[in-house]
C-alpha cells in the first residue's frame, strides 16, 4: 500500500480530546503508557485539535507521541478552528503554531474543525480556508485535506459539489445518532457513500453515553456477548461499516484502552441477529428524553461561571432515567465544590453558541438546577 493511501491508517483511531489528568493539568506519564499500549498494538492514528484541552492536546501529542517515535510511524490530524480567526493571517498563524506545538513538520490528516450551518462554514468561505488547504497540501505540509462535520444532510450535499478537491470527512456516527433529526448520521454517511468519499467517525460511543445504558437493555446486550462490553457493541457498530477510514475514540484510561483493543483485535463484524438487537435497544432509548451530550467541553471554556456543564447534565440523565436520588446529589456537591453550580449559569449563551449538537444548555441547567440547587 502506498505511504499516502488515506486508508493506510489502522481502523481504531486515538482521540485526544479527553485525556487523563492530574491536579487540572493533563497526566502525561499516563498518556505515554496509554500511547505506548496502543502502538504496541499494530495502530497508528492520532487525532488532536488546536482547541483540544484549552490548547494543551497538541503539545501532549508532541511529548507523548512525536519524541518518542519515528515520524513515519504514526498519523496524527489536527484542526483549524473557524472561531480563532478574524482574518485570512490568522489561518497560518494558527498553522505554524500547531506544528510548533506538536513538533513536526507536517500533518498527515488536517481538517476545518467543526463545519455545520451558520457562521462556522460562512467564515471558512469568507477566509477561503478551502484554497488555503489545497495551497498548504502542495506545499507538503498537509497530506490529507478534509473537514469535521456537525451540519445538516443539506449542507453537506452543497459543500461536497463546491468542493470536489476535499479528500475525506469527519462526522459523528453512532447507533444512537443513525436516525436522530438533530444529528442525522445516517444520512450523513448515505450521502458520502454514495460520492465514495472516504469517513473518519467521531463519537462512536457518543460521549460515553452508550458505555453505559438502562439496567433491562445491558442485560439484552450481555445475554447475547456476555464477555464484551457495552461499549464494544456501539464501535462494532460503526466498524461493520464500509467506507470508513478510521474510528476515533476519546480513551481517557487504561481500561478503556485494553477494551477497545479488544474489541478491534480480530474484529468481528455484527451479525444480523446482533443488528436486530441495536435496533431493539435503539428504540427504548428513544422513549427516554436523554440530552445528547457528548462531552466534548467546548461549552466549559469561557463560561463565566466556571460551570461543568457536561458532568452536570451526566447527572441530569441519571435523575431522567432512575429518579433523583442520593448518589446523584453526593455527586453534585462533589463537582460544585470547584465548579459553578447550575444555578450561577448567567444565561450568556456563549456555551450555546459553540456546542456542536445544539443543545439549549440554559434551559437545561434550569432543570438541573431545579433538581440539585434546592
Aim: charged fraction near 25%.
Amino acid at each position: 500500500m502506498e505511504k499516502n493511501n488515506i486508508f493506510d491508517v489502522s481502523k481504531l483511531g486515538f482521540g485526544l480530546m479527553r485525556l487523563p489528568e492530574k491536579d487540572g493539568e493533563i497526566d502525561y506519564s499516563h498518556v505515554c503508557r496509554m500511547v505506548d499500549k496502543y502502538m504496541e498494538a499494530g495502530l497508528n492514528y492520532f487525532d488532536t485539535a488546536y482547541v483540544y484541552h484549552s490548547g494543551k492536546s497538541e503539545v501532549a501529542a508532541r511529548e507523548c507521541l512525536v519524541k518518542r517515535y519515528p515520524r513515519e510511524s504514526f498519523k496524527l490530524a489536527t484542526k483549524l478552528p473557524s472561531w480563532c480567526m478574524k482574518t485570512k493571517e490568522d489561518r497560518d498563524k494558527i498553522f505554524n503554531e500547531q506544528l510548533e506545538r506538536a513538533g513536526v513538520d507536517y500533518f498527515d490528516f488536517y481538517l476545518l474543525h467543526s463545519l455545520e450551518d451558520g457562521n462556522n462554514y460562512n467564515a471558512y468561505e469568507e477566509l477561503d480556508c478551502f484554497n488555503w488547504g489545497i495551497g498548504k497540501k502542495r506545499e507538503g505540509k498537509i497530506i490529507h485535506f478534509g473537514f469535521s462535520y456537525h451540519g445538516t444532510p443539506e449542507l453537506l450535499e452543497k459543500v461536497l459539489d463546491k468542493h470536489p478537491e476535499i479528500e475525506f470527512v469527519q462526522i459523528q456516527l453512532n447507533y444512537a445518532d443513525w436516525k436522530n433529526p438533530l444529528v442525522q448520521s445516517g444520512a450523513l454517511y448515505d450521502i458520502l457513500r454514495k460520492r465514495n468519499i472516504p469517513m473518519i467517525i467521531m463519537e462512536p460511543v457518543k460521549g460515553g453515553t452508550l458505555a453505559a445504558l438502562m439496567p433491562e437493555l445491558e442485560q439484552k446486550l450481555k445475554a447475547a456477548r456476555p464477555n464484551s462490553s457495552i461499549a464494544s457493541w456501539a464501535m462494532r457498530f460503526v466498524g461493520s461499516l464500509d467506507g470508513i477510514i478510521t474510528i476515533l475514540s476519546g480513551m481517557s484510561n487504561d481500561e478503556q484502552m485494553q477494551d477497545n483493543l479488544n474489541t478491534f483485535t480480530n474484529f468481528e463484524p455484527l451479525s444480523d441477529s446482533e443488528k436486530k438487537l441495536i435496533e431493539e435497544v435503539n428504540t427504548v432509548m428513544f422513549t427516554s428524553p436523554l440530552i445528547g451530550c457528548t462531552a466534548c467541553r467546548y461549552c466549559c471554556d469561557g463560561c463565566p461561571s466556571e460551570i461543568n456543564i457536561p458532568e452536570v447534565f451526566r447527572i441530569l440523565n441519571t435523575i431522567r432515567l432512575y429518579g433523583k436520588e442520593w448518589r446523584s446529589s453526593n455527586f453534585y456537591r462533589g463537582l460544585t465544590e470547584k465548579n459553578g453550580k447550575a444555578k450561577d449559569c448567567v444565561g450568556c449563551g456563549q456555551c450555546e453558541s459553540v456546542c456542536p449538537q445544539h443543545l439549549k444548555i440554559i434551559e437545561l441547567l434550569a432543570e438541573a438546577s431545579g433538581h440539585l440547587d434546592k
